[in-house]
């Protein structure tokens, strides 16, 4: 067999701005420059550009934080406020499926405590947190704008509506057990409290 050799010359890659690219190499990196150079750099285009990052990296972890921050000339603590303040960021690795419910004060009153205490008992984690298998992240927002359906679920970017802590239970048994129907994957995610079931 022949010498395996790089038919390209090795020239450092560009970034859309002309600069060095990201020092890691990753091209996800390229795909965030891309959102910066279609909206010219603009600050107010951060949600955006937050939003490519999480796409291409499945969260914001802290090194994608301080590159948009720099790319876009604002103060790191700016961009980490706005990453979490809007729920539909996240700051850890998250797992396949996702259960984020809404904790503002419309859904407080509808028992939306009571139903973040029965997820974290049922699937052993906390809110904020992954479970131990990847297989569920349950995260909290605030208001997420839709009070008059309170209390109000984000099911994997589905929004399910007006639920009782056990409706939401058998949702979440349902869409871990939807993804995977084999029979390893039915007795492993048997819950917690299978007499509820
Ligand atoms: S308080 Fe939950 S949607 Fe507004």
Redesign the pocket.
């Known amino acids: 067999m022949g010498v395996l050799t790089d038919p390209k010359p090795r020239v450092k890659p560009r970034n859309a701005a002309g600069g060095q690219a990201h020092p890691s190499g990753d091209p996800r990196f390229k795909l965030i420059d891309r959102t910066l150079k279609r909206f010219s750099y603009q600050q107010d285009a951060l949600i955006e550009v937050l939003h490519t990052a999480q796409e291409a990296f499945g969260f914001l972890e802290d090194d994608l934080l301080v590159y948009v921050a720099h790319q876009l000339k604002l103060p790191l603590s700016w961009v980490y406020g706005v990453a979490t303040f809007y729920h539909f960021f996240s700051l850890a690795p998250q797992g396949e499926h996702s259960c984020i419910i809404?904790?503002?004060?419309?859904?407080?009153v509808k028992r939306?405590a009571e139903i973040v205490s029965a997820l974290q008992a049922e699937f052993g984690v906390e809110a904020g947190n992954t479970t131990a298998d990847g297989k569920l992240s349950l995260n909290t927002a605030?208001?997420?704008?839709?009070?008059g359906?309170?209390?109000?679920l984000v099911m994997d970017g589905d929004v399910v509506a007006r639920q009782t802590p056990e409706e939401a239970l058998a949702r979440v048994r349902e869409l871990l057990l939807g993804a995977a129907r084999t029979p390893e994957a039915m007795s492993e995610l048997t819950p917690l409290s299978a007499t509820e079931a």
């Open positions: 809404c904790m503002g004060t419309a859904c407080y939306a605030r208001c997420l704008g839709s009070c359906l309170a209390p109000v």
